[in-house]
């Protein structure tokens, strides 16, 4: 028998305490019971996003929500800027021009982070445009976008700004109101620390004005039938009841803590893995590296077998790189339920595996750096 240590950027580990809530006996959707913690959730949720706008779930994956956040609020033929910087700032590009929106890029090479001046730039050259799409941390390479600047910018304009925060929310700091954000979208399995499946959408009164003239046809997303039910404490269509009474769990297990030490305690374990990193001699990869995820250069000889080796092995399951990053990076989870101790587990086995891969490391060095940046802070 084999524990597993799941240190992927999502899905990542469920808490005790919250798995044990999706063991109860499912609810019916259309009682008082699941009103009361559909409601409760509800509020929660405006916390942790940072607003005071309605949140609403849906059944999906977060992708699901960008959909939404596409198809609520353009029409065919409208024109969008979308500032990406890796695989899930390329998904807005997919997502708009499936509904015939048109895009004008104001992205930044993979690795790198988006360029505010860029966008404000974009914003200039067309002014027809209807919303500038971004992403807060880019997963797929570990950096972070400066939202709070792009916010600015774009909030002087009739455009509206949509941010995808599916791996930052509850981990990396994140202020939809203050920031002027117009929509936010996430998703359940990463901060959130619950199972894949639950994705959240969220609307400025400026993005709300923008449903009214939305054309692109929806039924399921549509995202009018989810306020109506949200006055009643309802969702349109029959929710994962279990995944909505467990994030009850979650939300309560964050709240205690706090959203400003749950931001900080990912700050501190991604200092930790930069330290753990660079004493391998792994160069980190990205240009302002995100707090929920962090990613470091490997050789190309043996990057393909690191992660297979690393969970075949010991279990641990970290994440490699995305397409042109395939066999080029590794990416070490540190959110949600992911703790000081393992961490300090991943980076132990990591040693072990890149010796048993032929690389000339010193063992315990890597423990040894995030020992250190963890007891210093
Ligand atoms: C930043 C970001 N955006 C979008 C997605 C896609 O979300 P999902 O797989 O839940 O549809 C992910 C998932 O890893 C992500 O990290």
């Given at each position: 028998?084999?524990k597993?240590?799941?240190?992927?950027?999502g899905?990542?580990?469920?808490?005790?305490?919250?798995?044990?809530?999706?063991?109860?006996?499912?609810?019916?959707?259309?009682?008082?019971?699941?009103?009361?913690?559909?409601?409760?959730?509800?509020?929660?949720?405006?916390?942790?996003?940072?607003?005071?706008?309605?949140?609403?779930?849906?059944?999906?994956?977060?992708?699901?929500a960008?959909?939404?956040?596409?198809?609520?609020?353009?029409?065919?033929?409208?024109?969008?800027?979308?500032?990406?910087?890796?695989?899930?700032?390329?998904?807005w590009?997919k997502?708009?021009?499936?509904?015939?929106?048109?895009?004008?890029?104001?992205?930044?090479?993979?690795?790198?982070?988006?360029?505010?001046?860029?966008?404000?730039?974009?914003?200039?050259?067309?002014?027809?445009?209807?919303?500038?799409y971004?992403?807060?941390?880019?997963?797929?390479?570990?950096?972070?976008?400066?939202?709070?600047?792009?916010?600015?910018?774009?909030?002087?304009?009739?455009?509206?700004?949509?941010?995808?925060?599916?791996?930052?929310?509850a981990?990396?700091?994140?202020?939809?109101?203050e920031?002027?954000?117009?929509?936010?979208?996430?998703?359940?399995?990463?901060?959130?620390?619950?199972?894949?499946?639950?994705a959240?959408?969220?609307?400025?009164?400026?993005?709300?004005?923008?449903?009214?003239?939305?054309?692109?046809?929806?039924f399921?997303?549509?995202?009018?039938?989810?306020?109506?039910?949200?006055?009643t404490?309802?969702?349109?269509?029959?929710?994962?009841?279990?995944?909505?009474v467990?994030?009850?769990?979650?939300?309560?297990?964050?709240?205690?803590r706090?959203?400003?030490?749950?931001?900080?305690?990912?700050?501190?374990?991604?200092?930790?893995?930069?330290?753990?990193?660079?004493?391998?001699?792994?160069?980190?990869?990205?240009?302002?590296?995100?707090?929920?995820?962090?990613?470091?250069?490997?050789?190309?000889?043996?990057?393909?077998?690191?992660?297979?080796?690393?969970?075949?092995?010991?279990?641990?399951?970290?994440?490699g790189?995305?397409?042109?990053?395939?066999?080029?990076?590794?990416?070490?989870?540190?959110?949600?339920?992911?703790?000081?101790?393992?961490?300090?587990?991943?980076?132990?086995?990591?040693?072990?595996?890149?010796?048993?891969?032929?690389?000339?490391?010193e063992?315990?060095?890597?423990?040894?750096?995030?020992?250190?940046?963890?007891?210093?802070?």
């Amino acid at each position: 028998m084999k524990k597993q240590y799941l240190l992927t950027p999502g899905p990542t580990p469920i808490p005790p305490e919250v798995a044990l809530k999706e063991a109860l006996p499912i609810l019916h959707h259309r009682t008082n019971e699941f009103a009361a913690i559909y409601k409760d959730v509800a509020e929660s949720l405006k916390y942790v996003f940072q607003t005071k706008n309605e949140v609403f779930l849906l059944a999906g994956s977060g992708t699901g929500a960008m959909e939404m956040a596409v198809t609520n609020i353009l029409s065919p033929g409208d024109e969008v800027i979308v500032a990406g910087c890796g695989n899930f700032g390329d998904r807005w590009i997919k997502i708009a021009e499936t509904y015939g929106v048109k895009v004008i890029s104001a992205s930044a090479p993979w690795g790198n982070v988006v360029k505010p001046a860029e966008i404000e730039k974009a914003l200039k050259a067309n002014p027809n445009i209807k919303a500038v799409y971004t992403t807060s941390t880019e997963t797929s390479t570990g950096v972070v976008n400066d939202i709070k600047a792009i916010g600015e910018i774009v909030a002087k304009t009739n455009a509206v700004l949509v941010v995808d925060t599916i791996s930052g929310l509850a981990g990396q700091e994140f202020k939809m109101d203050e920031w002027k954000v117009d929509v936010t979208v996430s998703g359940s399995q990463k901060g959130l620390m619950l199972a894949p499946g639950l994705a959240f959408i969220s609307l400025s009164e400026k993005a709300w004005k923008l449903t009214e003239t939305s054309k692109i046809p929806k039924f399921y997303f549509d995202i009018k039938k989810y306020k109506k039910s949200y006055a009643t404490n309802e969702t349109p269509f029959t929710p994962p009841v279990t995944l909505i009474v467990a994030l009850q769990e979650s939300l309560r297990l964050i709240k205690e803590r706090g959203i400003e030490n749950v931001w900080n305690d990912c700050k501190l374990l991604a200092k930790a893995a930069r330290a753990g990193m660079q004493a391998l001699g792994l160069e980190l990869f990205g240009e302002v590296p995100c707090e929920v995820v962090t990613s470091a250069k490997v050789p190309e000889e043996i990057g393909g077998k690191i992660v297979k080796t690393l969970r075949e092995k010991y279990g641990v399951s970290i994440a490699g790189g995305q397409a042109d990053l395939k066999g080029k990076i590794i990416r070490f989870a540190h959110m949600g339920y992911i703790g000081k101790a393992d961490l300090l587990v991943g980076f132990a086995c990591l040693e072990m595996v890149l010796v048993e891969l032929g690389m000339k490391i010193e063992k315990g060095k890597a423990v040894a750096a995030a020992e250190e940046a963890l007891l210093n802070g």
